[in-house]
């Protein structure tokens, strides 16, 4: 097995290549001559297969990933898997290069549980800047009105409500650039019809979750329902220790969040009574009951995705 951890900044990268027989390293700039020299450098080594992986680190990865996944397999990793390997093999150096063969030496181990990068097209990376942006104008709305209910002066107050207004407005339009992409693509508005189909998920949470649903290629609905961090946490063991069970911390936080709302609803109107009625039987708590319906929406949502076909709500429905 042949593996190349990239360590990357916005500048440079360092590289390092672990063989059965050998180790080298390199040091790149981030950017395509920095690709070339990489590739040059593989070649040197008489190196036919390799994997390469990385760091999902902000954007900084992106001009690599995309570049070297033309000609190998690579895999871009979660930084919290990095950092926990890193601890259980009680490392205490920390700089790039160590890095770069940290994430060599993970991917060394467990090449058979990695998942391997593909290029998005342009609507999919486009789709994913806007889905971004509406969250980060979210967030700063949000913040805004806090400021104008801690403002005690007027002044203050006016200039938090007009900075709101703009945000809004700023929202809405990037909304609108959100629709006319889906629209302008007739297999992305399909995907995008579907989702609405599930009960709970609207107009606002669908673009969210196709971005992600497309962004990587989920080999099955654990997967994708792990990659959302709604996977139950479990912690026992002997006699002593039976903690109650929670959504595990890893996943990812914004996917995460896009379920919270739909299942709210989900839960308010009754769209799973079944689910509902067992867990209430169980005497589940309420927040218990709303995370086992976002994992059960996540679920529906990978398959709709993954079948092309339109949810069918009368499945879910309580039988008379």
């Not at 938090?160 to 006319?180: G, P, R, Y």
């Not at 769209?271 to 589940?284: D, E, G, Q, R, S």
Request: charged share 25%; hydrophobic share 40%; aromatic share 8%.
């Amino acid at each position: 097995m042949n593996v190349i951890g990239i360590d990357i900044s916005k500048d440079k990268a360092d590289c390092f290549l672990k063989t059965v027989k050998k180790t080298a390293d390199l040091e790149i700039t981030n950017d395509i001559s920095g690709c070339l020299k990489l590739v040059s450098w593989i070649r040197q080594h008489r190196i036919r297969k390799v994997v390469i992986a990385m760091e999902a680190t902000g954007i900084y990865y992106e001009l690599i990933a995309n570049y070297l996944s033309q000609y190998y397999q690579v895999s871009v990793i979660n930084p919290l898997k990095i950092k926990d390997y890193g601890k259980s093999l009680f490392n205490r150096t920390k700089t790039d290069k160590a890095d770069a063969a940290l994430i060599a030496e993970y991917a060394f181990r467990h090449h058979d549980k990695l998942d391997f990068y593909g290029v998005p097209t342009r609507n999919q990376y486009r789709l994913g800047r806007l889905v971004t942006l509406c969250q980060q104008l979210n967030l700063q709305m949000n913040q805004q009105r806090n400021r104008i209910h801690a403002s005690n002066d007027d002044f203050v107050k006016a200039v938090h409500a007009e900075i709101l207004n703009k945000l809004v407005e700023q929202l809405e339009l990037a909304d609108a650039e959100i629709k006319a992409l889906i629209q302008s693509d007739a297999e992305t508005k399909r995907q995008y019809q579907n989702l609405l189909t599930v009960s709970g998920i609207g107009e606002k949470t669908a673009p969210v979750i196709l971005h992600y649903l497309n962004s990587k290629k989920f080999s099955n609905v654990s997967k994708f329902t792990a990659f959302a961090g709604l996977v139950p946490k479990i912690e026992q063991s002997g006699e002593s220790v039976n903690k109650k069970c929670g959504l595990a911390k890893l996943g990812h936080k914004r996917l995460k969040a896009a379920f919270f709302h739909p299942a709210l609803v989900a839960y308010h109107y009754g769209y799973f009574p079944k689910l509902v009625h067992n867990l209430t039987k169980a005497k589940k708590p309420k927040m218990v009951i709303i995370a086992a319906i976002m994992r059960k929406l996540a679920k529906i949502c990978y398959c709709v995705h993954k079948s092309g076909m339109p949810f069918d709500a009368s499945r879910h429905r309580e039988i008379s």
